[in-house]
């Protein structure tokens, strides 16, 4: 293949590879993500087909009642409860299961895939042709409230942190999955959750508003003196989620010279609400047309939540990458807004956020 055939590059925001290894039983788990055709979104195999060189890996420690949220988000409005919250004992060992499953992956990986810590990591791992890997956590149920989990798991290579994922905890509070939906519901971040914002601030780890409710995305806002960060979300304005951003939030966003990363979930994409695998690509490109509106070129990023979400059938995987970037080529977009969008813009926010 000649180099004007290789894919652009991308660098995503979200996925869920983890958890579907930590779920994965067959015992292969490991030798099927280098050795490519598994079932799933994301393996080194359909990484290097779609261009993906790395991204942010998601921890989440998963709740006991977890109901299938593709049955239950299947046709429109719904409005789910809240699953359990797992309890600090249950979500240390799944955190701490997901951390070792990726430092493994890594040492048998033969240098196909490196846990990055800085920019610098991340150039490297690129450069070498390995899959750069940051350590990201949705849900932060292991960590207690005098923060020392924090300390711990920064030291094992933590860069990123959602607070919630889509329930309560000791931090704050989540949106429920409902459609349509507000993201104003709820109070904002508690005690516990300010502590743990300007912990992170004092670390340099990402501290992702994804999942979090209107209320405790303002305190992040208010106390976080990093750009703000949401690794996986859309246009509320075109998608009445309320996973989604709303116009004020993405202002938001933008006064902060941060980075929204495009969610391929069905649900939080389609305007009927749907989770539904039958969704055209025009719609992501209507959703990055308004996020650039809102946020600038340098404010949109790519957030897939590859093997967390149902996604568009015809992208399918890592592999269908490229279907996008055509997509954005068909759409009007030039080369260097692309490469902005399809890898830039999080290397820029990295940097910012981490240091040098
Ligand atoms: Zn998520």
């Known amino acids: 293949m000649s ?8 660098f995503d925001g979200h996925n869920d590879t983890l958890l579907r290894l930590m779920n994965d039983r067959s015992g292969q788990a490991f030798e099927r993500f280098f050795v ?20 942010l890996f998601a921890i989440f420690p998963p709740s006991r009642n977890g109901l299938s949220l593709s049955d239950a988000m299947s046709v429109a409005p719904y409005r789910l409860p809240f699953p359990d919250t797992p309890d600090l004992a249950d979500a240390t060992a799944s955190t701490l299961e997901m951390v070792s499953i990726l430092l493994r992956l890594e040492a048998v990986s033969n240098g196909a895939l490196r846990v990055c810590r800085s920019v610098a990591d991340i150039d490297a791992a690129r450069s070498a042709g390995a899959l750069a890997a940051v350590l990201h956590i949705e849900g932060a149920e292991a960590i207690d409230a ?11 290579g933590l860069r990123s942190i959602g607070p919630v994922w889509s329930r309560p905890n000791i931090f704050g509070r989540g949106v429920p999955m ?18 743990l914002v300007r912990r992170c601030n004092a670390l340099r780890i990402v501290v992702d508003v994804s999942h979090l409710n209107e209320k405790g995305f303002d305190d992040v806002a208010r106390h976080s003196d990093a750009p703000l960060v949401a690794t ?22 933008r006064d902060s010279g941060g980075v929204v990363g495009l969610n391929f979930a069905t649900a ?33 990023a790519l957030g897939s939540d590859f093997d967390g979400a149902m996604i568009p059938r015809e992208i399918g995987s890592a592999a269908g990458l490229p279907k996008l970037i055509a997509v954005m080529e068909a759409g009007g977009y030039g080369a260097d807004l692309i490469e902005k969008i399809a890898w830039r813009n999080w290397m820029s926010v990295l940097r910012r956020t981490w240091g040098a």
């Open 36 to 55: 490519g055709g598994e079932p799933g979104h994301i393996d080194a195999v359909t990484a290097i087909a779609g261009g993906l060189f790395g991204g």
């Open 3 to 10: 180099i004007s055939n290789a894919p652009v590059p991308v």
């Open 178 to 195: 409902a459609f349509p939906s507000s993201p104003d519901v709820g109070p904002g971040l508690t005690e516990a959750g300010l502590r």
């Open 232 to 253: 996986h979300c859309n246009a509320h304005a075109l998608s009445a989620h309320s996973r989604n951003l709303t116009d004020r939030q993405l202002g938001l966003v």
């Open 268 to 300: 939080f994409l389609r305007e009927d609400g749907q989770m539904s695998e039958e969704t055209g690509l025009d719609v992501m490109l209507r959703h990055l047309d308004h996020l650039l509106l809102r946020l600038g070129e340098d404010g949109v």
């Open 146 to 156: 005098d923060l020392h989990a924090l300390d711990v798991l920064h030291a094992a």
